[in-house]
């Protein structure tokens, strides 16, 4: 199996255990635990697909992502708190889950035409949209516009993942260099407690 | 006129007039309220349509749903606490109105190919999309995620319609026990204050 | 330049200031600002391109809108507080604005095909989605649904400016009549604190 698909989906999986963890602080049953996974695993690629009018979504014509998701709901159900020891494994993969969200959303927008401006915007569309919904659904003000390198990390990575390309850098060793940087700027910025300036109102 | 096409219209009206009073209660204007009516009436089938990429989105080529939904606002307005001694009568149409929805939404997925699971989502998105469109543009916790088992009863009823269609059951009759499925699910789910258990934080 | 497109990048940027500054005041970070102002300026054009099936969406093949709305980012940021000096200003070029993407969005949706009463809700869904979608991200009640007539101006606007077409007016002098008529709505409405009436709860 392909490495990146793999990872892809690992992402998919964490990304909906966060949804659900949210939705569970804000008192929902478990079909709401599971539609805030959903969304939150899938938004951003289903954005990026509509935008792109790429059809069938992607997550529409493999069965393994919803799959995934839905294992998510009775897994972070049976687990609850215990989750909490895992934390830090748990923000390990979602930061790898965002890589693999940019560097795909990005791949996917060239392959469409886009200039790499835009096949950048898409890969941070793909890896942040979704945790923007959730937040929307569960009432708060998004995660990533308020703290937290997060979405730069992204556009980072999607600046070194397109140098990579320009110098025909081997795709796998592109892939590693870009998850490399996405991980490094995201550990660092949340261990040294970056964060970008404060708009003046 | 076909029964569905008709059930579907009255639902159309029902959840557009629960848009419009939850704008009310919300202290929006009446332009305001128009537009909640509207996407609470429209937004399923439109997020539908353009995941299936179905084009004219059903509302847009059908001038009949939005003249039914404009009609609301007037009859809503009108009507005013009056409509408080309908409940009953308009819990009765909001629950056919999803039947209808579910039903009509999974028809169209399975023309377009798409496997029962997916079909069944469909429905379920054509059911209750308006209504989280609706509770985030007033502020709310999306409703379905907190109380009641109303998406659950879109999912079973896509089941028994599913069911339905393999055993080549006639088509009436499986309009009609699925609806009739689902208002048994919700009404008695009402009646005994069922709900589905909370997630753990 | 077409005065036309001049005017609809004016607007551009003013929608993305509006984004930037309720996203300031949101206590956002400056990629939030920048993410809001962003979906401000293109909320509306990209539901209508999504609804109408017209790819590519057009700020993803004209790089013009994404660098004015980029270029808003910095230019909000250096002016802060002094921009309330320029509130009339602001006012004068947010109207123009919804005028434009009334107007192009009503003749794009004429081009598909529409009819006059879903062109104008196109025109209309062009100029307002953008600021719903601002709002909801910021967490308040979209401002439109509350007071002042907004919205309003630009569905009167669109009548007017199909009773152009119908009686064949040269287009400049039926763009200038449809600017001028929801400039004096918008303007009179907001100097006599006019406003539609509530729903009754």
Redesign the interface.
């Known amino acids: 199996m392909d490495i990146i698909y793999l990872l892809d989906l690992i992402g998919t999986f964490v990304f909906a255990i966060s949804g ?2 949210l ?11 599971a ?2 996974g959903f969304v939150t695993a899938i938004g951003g690629g ?1 954005v990026r697909d ?2 792109l ?1 790429s ?3 992607t997550w ?1 014509a493999d ?1 393994t992502y ?1 799959m995934v998701i839905l294992a998510a709901v009775p897994f ?2 049976l687990m ?2 215990k989750l909490n020891n895992f934390s830090k494994t748990l923000f390990i993969f979602d930061t790898i889950g965002i890589a693999m969200f940019t560097i795909i959303g990005m791949e996917k927008a060239l392959s469409f035409g ?2 790499p ?2 096949a950048g ?1 898409m890969g941070m569309i793909s890896a942040v949209v979704g945790g ?1 919904i959730r937040d ?4 708060e ?2 995660l ?4 937290e390198i997060y ?2 990390a992204c556009l980072l990575g999607a600046v070194v993942f397109y140098l990579g390309l320009q110098i025909n850098l081997p795709d796998n060793l592109n892939y590693l260099l870009t998850t490399g940087v996405i991980i490094t700027i995201r550990t660092v910025s949340v261990k040294k407690s970056l ?7």
Do not use: Q
Not at 27 to 33: A, E, I, N, P, Q
Not at 195 to 201: D, F, Q, W
């Open positions: 659900i963890r939705a569970a602080r804000t008192d929902m049953d478990v079909f709401g635990g539609v805030i289903t509509l935008l009018n059809h069938p979504i529409m069965m919803p972070t159900f609850g708190k886009l200039n401006f835009m915007t923007v929307v659904l569960c009432r003000v998004p990533i516009f308020r703290k979405a730069t964060s970008l300036p404060k708009m003046k109102a």
